[in-house]
Nanobody, 120 residues
Framework: QVQLAESGGGSVQPGGSLKLSCTAS????????MGWYRQVPGRQREKVAE???????NYADFVRGRFTISRDYAKNAHYLQLNNLTPEDTAIYFC??????????????WGQGMQVTVSL
């Protein structure tokens, strides 16, 4: 089994920055895509960013160049740098990783979610 541990959430003022981290532990064979979603209570979860095993990145339109996803293969971790935050970015952020086991069976694992609050 694989577990994902998130860190880095918190409260910042508009224009501020945060760096979110997501690290996998457990029986890790192969990691494919890694990414982030966010959710505001009462609204659907929305995808923020993803990075595939080849390093290709894609972002939601609302990111508008403010966020950067990266990964550290050696640490089985990935990150989301959040810059120029606005109150509209306030949400619970969830990380995920797509893993293959020794049989090639793929499964998505999720972090527990962490709050990001942007306010004066």
């Amino acid at each position: 089994q694989v577990q994902l541990a998130e860190s880095g959430g918190g409260s910042v003022q508009p224009g501020g920055s945060l760096k979110l981290s997501c690290t996998a532990s457990g029986h890790i064979v192969r990691i494919n895509a890694m990414g982030w979603y966010r959710q505001v209570p009462g609204r659907q979860r929305e995808k923020v960013a993803e990075m595939n095993s080849g390093g290709r990145r894609n972002y939601a339109d609302f990111v508008r160049g403010r966020f950067t996803i990266s990964r550290d293969y050696a640490k089985n971790a990935h990150y989301l740098q959040l810059n120029n935050l606005t109150p509209e970015d306030t949400a619970i952020y969830f990380c995920y990783q797509d893993h293959d086991d020794t049989s090639g069976f793929g499964e998505r694992f999720w972090g527990q979610g962490m709050q990001v609050t942007v306010s004066l």
